[in-house]
């Protein structure tokens, strides 16, 4: 079995629809596991029944007994994150400020702040509209600890591959460099990169490739929309060779691509020219992810 990871350096260079029209290549093939957790999206164009849902604690908050409260102030007066503010003489803790720091709870005299374990988000586990499994989740509004999460639908998918005993394991990252890629990257085989022509992509295809060299994983990219600056293309080519990542494919802007997106589907359901493509692109991934 074999994990491949989509990254992208930056939002919006078309890293989720580009998994998800993987993950239809694949079919039976491959668990489908959705990291980007902070935003997740891919559920737009899988088109997953929710079947299985679990929540996912994370962390400590801060909870005041009314009854035992005698008002006193003084969680108010040490808390450095402001999350417990007095309205109407009554102390009460912001659960959006709150840093589960424990320290009002040590300091209060009459113990009358508890902390309690701090609902983070959703976990899912869903049949996606072509009978694949699909691991997923949603962060909480303001919740923290999105790696752990991530962490969570990466043991929750490998547990289902491994139970379905499935080929293939086709992970969404989150864009960026942060704490949800680092935990998308563990146990990876193989990371797929997709990025664009542009200043900003390859400034940042270069800052997440950073992170992946510090794992070993032998690497791959997509340059999506590639026509829209050729100047711009031959540098992220330049850069691949330079850094011994494989080309796996060019592709050239079409509308059909958001038009196919307008529908909930991938451009691999559609007549589009850039199918192809995209099949070509997923038997080369298939071939680089299974060398040793």
Same mark, same amino acid.
């Given at each position: 079995? &074999?994990?491949?990871?989509?990254?992208?350096? &930056?939002? #919006?260079? #078309?890293?989720?629809?580009?998994? =998800?029209a993987l993950a239809v290549l694949a079919g039976s093939e491959a668990v489908v596991a959705d990291c980007d957790v902070d935003a997740a999206n891919m559920h737009l164009l899988m088109q997953p029944?929710? =079947?299985?849902?679990? !929540?996912? $604690?994370?962390?400590?908050?801060?909870v005041i007994n009314q009854d035992i409260c005698t008002k006193c102030g003084l969680c108010s007066n040490v808390c450095r994150f402001? =999350?417990?503010? @007095?309205?109407?003489? /009554? $102390?009460?803790?912001n659960p959006l400020a709150c840093e589960g720091c424990a320290y009002c709870h /040590?300091?209060?005299p009459v113990n009358a702040i508890e902390m309690l374990d701090r609902k983070s988000g959703n976990l899912y586990i869903s049949t996606t509209k072509g009978n694949s499994t699909m691991?997923? =989740? &949603?962060?909480?509004? #303001?919740? !923290?600890?999105?790696?752990?999460?991530?962490? &969570?639908?990466? @043991?929750?998918?490998?547990?289902?591959?491994?139970?379905?005993? /499935?080929e293939y394991i086709i992970v969404d990252g989150s864009p960026g460099i942060g704490c949800p890629v680092v935990?998308?990257? @563990?146990?990876?085989n193989y990371v797929l990169l997709?990025?664009?022509?542009?200043? @900003? #992509?390859?400034?940042?295809? !270069?800052r997440v490739y950073s992170v992946i060299k510090r794992f070993r994983i032998k690497t791959g990219c997509i340059i999506n929309k590639f026509d829209i600056n050729p100047t711009k293309s031959k540098e992220i080519l330049n850069f691949l060779k330079r850094e011994n990542i494989g080309h796996i494919a060019s592709i050239p802007y079409d509308t059909t691509f958001t038009e196919a997106m307008t529908q909930a589907k991938t451009?691999?359901?559609t007549s589009s020219p850039l199918s192809q493509m995209l099949i070509n692109a997923w038997n080369k991934i298939k071939e680089e992810a299974t060398k040793n």
């Open positions: 079995m &074999k994990e491949i990871v989509v990254l992208s350096g &930056k939002g #919006g260079t #078309g890293k989720t629809s580009i998994t =998800a029944d929710f =079947a299985q849902s679990s !929540e996912f $604690y994370s962390g400590e908050l801060a402001d =999350a417990i503010p @007095s309205h109407n003489n /009554k $102390y009460e803790v /040590k300091v209060c691991v997923h =989740a &949603k962060l909480d509004i #303001g919740s !923290e600890n999105s790696g752990k999460l991530v962490a &969570k639908v990466k @043991s929750e998918a490998l547990h289902q591959a491994k139970k379905q005993e /499935k935990s998308s990257l @563990s146990g990876a997709v990025t664009e022509p542009t200043v @900003s #992509g390859l400034h940042d295809l !270069e451009i691999v359901e």
